[in-house]
């Protein structure tokens, strides 16, 4: 099965750049999707599809995948950014497909 | 806008089973791949399973041999039942529709999540 590693944590200063990374087995050949879930909070997609946005996330939210990396990256960092952050892939040809990363922590400094 | 809401008791007793029904309003349950997924405290995201189309199911390897994930489509709602729960299986349990962009599958919409503590 699929393993996608996360680092624990990440801190960024308020209006800066966070950059939280998802590594994994040729993961740039999959479609990665990332959720933000603040504490006592249901889990809420922020990207899918490696860097497409639902409506009504800021766009301040991106993502980029290749090679054995994907990274959701947030521009402009806010206090209400810091949550736990979750990348997902699927893979259709085992019996397990669905993977969540460990998660990472972002803490605004 | 879609909506899901996790019933259930919250708390189990070990060797006993565990039983959830998600209801789903503002789509239909014959779509999609409606899932459970839980949170033990403090932890990350664990998969448990699905079921798409009303009628197949897939689950987490390490759970399958005591999960069943079954639909009720004239309530549109979907259950999940996991026996012979553990103190291990104490965890936030959500239920989540999940949306085939073939190949993958997302999770747009998620419950509130239903907090389930196994204890005597």
């Known amino acids: 099965s699929n393993v996608l590693t996360q680092p624990p944590s990440v801190s960024v200063a308020p209006g800066k750049t966070a950059r939280v990374t998802c590594g994994g087995n040729d993961i740039g050949s999959k479609s990665v999707h990332w959720y933000q879930q603040k504490p006592g909070q249901a889990p809420v997609l922020v990207i899918y599809?490696?860097?497409d946005r639902p409506s009504g996330i800021p766009e301040r939210f991106s993502g980029s995948n290749s090679g054995n990396t994907a990274t959701l990256t947030i521009s402009r960092v806010e206090a209400g950014d810091e949550a736990d952050y979750y990348c997902q892939v699927w893979e259709s040809t085992t019996d397990h497909p669905e993977v969540f990363g460990g998660g990472t922590k972002l803490t605004v400094l | 806008q879609v909506q899901l809401q996790e019933s259930g008791p919250g708390l189990v007793k070990p060797s006993e089973t565990l039983s959830l029904t998600c209801t789903v309003s503002g789509d239909s349950i014959s779509s999609h791949y409606w899932s459970w997924i839980r949170q033990p405290p403090g932890k990350g995201l664990e998969w448990i399973g699905y079921?798409?189309?009303?009628?197949?199911?897939n689950y987490n390897p390490s759970l399958k041999s005591r999960v069943t994930i079954s639909v009720d489509t004239s309530k549109n709602q979907f259950s999940l039942n996991l026996n012979s729960v553990t103190a291990a299986d104490t965890a936030v349990y959500y239920c989540?529709?999940?949306?085939?962009?073939?190949?993958?599958?997302?999770?747009?919409?998620w419950g509130q999540g239903t907090l389930v503590t196994v204890s005597s």
């Open positions: 599809n490696d860097s």
């Open positions: 989540a529709r999940g949306v085939l962009a073939f190949p993958t599958v997302y999770f747009d919409d």
């Open positions: 079921i798409y189309y009303s009628e197949s199911t």
